[in-house]
Nanobody, 121 residues
Framework: QVQLVESGGGLVQAGGSLRLSCTAS????????MAWYRQAPGKQRELVAT???????NYADSVKGRFTISRDNAKNTVYLQMNSLKPEDTAVYYC???????????????WGQGTQVTVSS
C-alpha cells in the first residue's frame, strides 16, 4: 500500500504565497509522474500541474507564471510553490502519484487526503 500525505495549506491574503508538500511512503518501487489537482466547492476536480520523473512540467493556463511544481525523487516528495495567489485559487488541493509497488506491476494512481487553501480578498 502507498500513502500520500500533503501539508502546507492554510489561509492567505490575495497576493500572498504558500508552499504545498506531498510525500509518498509505503510499498514503493518507483514513482512516475506526480501531480497536483484542486477542487473548489461545487466544481469538478481540475489538474493544476504535473511533473514527470525527469522533471518535465506542465501547468493549467490559470496558474502559469504563478505556480511552480518541483519534486525530490530521493524523498518521494512533490512540491507546489504558489505565488500571487487569487481568491479563485481557493480549493482543496490533492496530490497524485503514478506508482509501481514492484518492478513488473502496472502503474497505479494514488491520492492524498487533500489540504485546504483559502485565499481571502
Amino acid at each position: 500500500q502507498v500513502q500520500l500525505v500533503e501539508s502546507g495549506g492554510g489561509l492567505v491574503q490575495a497576493g500572498g504565497s504558500l508552499r504545498l508538500s506531498c510525500t509518498a511512503s509505503g510499498n514503493i518501487f518507483s514513482i512516475n509522474a506526480m501531480a497536483w489537482y484542486r477542487q473548489a466547492p461545487g466544481k469538478q476536480r481540475e489538474l493544476v500541474a504535473t511533473i514527470t520523473s525527469g522533471s518535465s512540467t506542465n501547468y493549467a493556463d490559470s496558474v502559469k507564471g504563478r505556480f511552480t511544481i518541483s519534486r525530490d525523487n530521493a524523498k518521494n516528495t512533490v512540491y507546489l510553490q504558489m505565488n500571487s495567489l487569487k481568491p479563485e485559487d481557493t480549493a482543496v488541493y490533492y496530490c497524485n502519484a503514478e506508482t509501481r509497488t514492484y518492478r513488473t506491476s502496472p502503474l497505479r494512481d494514488y491520492w492524498g487526503q487533500g489540504t485546504q487553501v483559502t485565499v481571502s480578498s
